[in-house]
C-alpha cells in the first residue's frame, strides 16, 4: 500500500527536511518519514485486528482510560511497542496498550463503526521528537479515523473548576516553541477545535463548560509567575499535552474534540505544593464519572 499522505497542505521538502534532521536530536522515530511511518502503523493495525477503518480515535491521558470499557466490545488489544513507531509510555495513568472497539452505536446508515483507544501517548518532554508525539494521532488518520477526541488531565485557572472536573477545550496557547509540522506547512487553526463536537458534548452534558488550554513543555510544573502569564495570554488550563497533537489533527484533517480534567488548581491559584501524586488520585477519584461522560460523547458522534 502506498504510504498515506495528508490531504491538507503540501509536505515539506526535502531541503527543509534535511535542515529540521541537523537541528533535531535524533532517535528510532524520527529516522523514518513520519507519514510512511503512521501507514505502516495502521497497516499493522489492520492486520493485528481485522478492522479496516476506526472512524474514531480516542487518545487517552490521565483519569480518562476507564472510558475504554464502557465504548463498546473489545475486539483487539495490543501492546504499543508492537505497533510501528510506538513506544512504552512513560507516565503512571497511561495503559501502553492500542484497543480497537466495536461501538454499541452504529453510524447513521446503519453501519458498524470501531473507535481507536491510543493509551500510549508520548508526551514532549520524554525527548523522542515531535514526530513521536504525534505519532498516534497521524495513525488514527492512516487507519481512517475522521475525528479525534484528545483528553488530558491538567491546572485549572478558574478557581471554581474543583478537582474532578471536565472541561470541554475551546481553544490553545503552544507554548512549547515547536510545531509538529515542518517545512512551508501552512494550516489554519482558526477552528481547530470543532464547534460541531462541543455541542454534540454538551447535548449529553449542558453542565459542561469550556476554555483555552496552555501546553507548557513540561516535564515540570509551571510556577506561579508562568500561570499568571497563561492566564493574561488568556488560558484557563494548564498541562503539557494535546496541543501539538490537535496540530497534527488539524493537518491530516480530522475533526477534533478535546476535554480536558481538572486534577488540581494550577500554581499560584491552589496555595499547596503540586505533585503527580495529586493528579493520579484525582483522575482516580473522578474516572468513572468521566469514564461513562466520555462513552456517551463518543456514542453520540456521528
Known amino acids: 500500500m502506498a504510504g ?36 505502516q502503523a495502521a497497516d499493522a493495525l489492520r492486520q493485528r485486528t481485522g478492522v479496516d477503518t476506526h472512524h474514531v480515535a480516542l487518545t487517552l491521558g490521565s483519569g480518562w482510560g476507564g472510558a475504554a470499557e464502557l465504548l463498546g466490545e473489545t475486539v483487539a488489544e495490543i501492546p504499543a511497542t508492537e505497533i510501528p513507531g510506538f513506544s512504552k509510555p512513560a507516565l503512571e495513568g497511561h495503559v501502553g496498550t492500542l484497543r480497537s472497539i466495536r461501538l454499541a452505536a452504529p453510524d447513521s446508515d446503519g453501519r458498524q463503526r470501531h473507535a481507536l483507544v491510543i493509551g500510549a501517548r508520548t508526551h514532549f518532554y520524554e525527548g523522542r521528537g515531535v514526530r513521536a508525539v504525534v505519532h498516534g494521532v497521524r495513525t488514527a488518520a492512516a487507519a481512517g479515523a475522521t475525528t479525534m477526541v484528545l483528553t488530558n488531565g491538567c491546572g485549572g485557572l478558574n478557581p471554581s473548576w474543583s478537582p474532578g472536573t471536565p472541561v470541554l477545550i475551546s481553544d490553545h496557547v503552544n507554548l ?18 470543532s464547534q460541531r463536537l462541543r455541542e454534540i458534548a454538551r447535548s449529553v452534558d449542558p453542565s459542561l463548560d469550556e476554555g483555552v488550554y496552555a501546553q507548557f513543555p ?9 500561570v499568571h502569564m497563561a492566564g493574561v495570554l488568556g488560558a484557563d488550563l494548564v498541562g503539557m499535552s494535546t496541543a501539538l497533537e490537535a496540530i497534527a489533527a488539524r493537518h491530516a484533517g480530522l475533526e477534533v474534540l478535546g476535554i480536558s480534567l481538572v486534577t488540581n488548581l494550577a500554581a499560584g491559584i491552589q496555595q499547596t505544593p503540586l505533585s503527580h501524586q495529586e493528579v493520579v488520585e484525582a483522575g482516580q477519584a473522578a474516572a468513572p464519572r468521566i469514564a461513562r ?3 456517551e460523547i463518543v456514542g453520540a458522534i456521528r
Open 4 to 39: 498515506w499522505i495528508p490531504t491538507a497542505p503540501t509536505r515539506r521538502s526535502d531541503k527543509s527536511r534535511t535542515l529540521k534532521e541537523a537541528l533535531t536530536v535524533v532517535n528510532p522515530t524520527d529516522s523514518h518519514d513520519p507519514f510512511d511511518l503512521a501507514q
Open 176 to 193: 512549547t516553541a515547536t510545531s509538529p509540522l515542518e517545512g512551508a506547512t501552512f494550516v489554519d487553526l482558526t477552528d481547530l477545535y
Open 218 to 226: 513540561g516535564p515540570h510544573y509551571e510556577t506561579p509567575a508562568e
Open 293 to 295: 461522560l466520555l462513552a
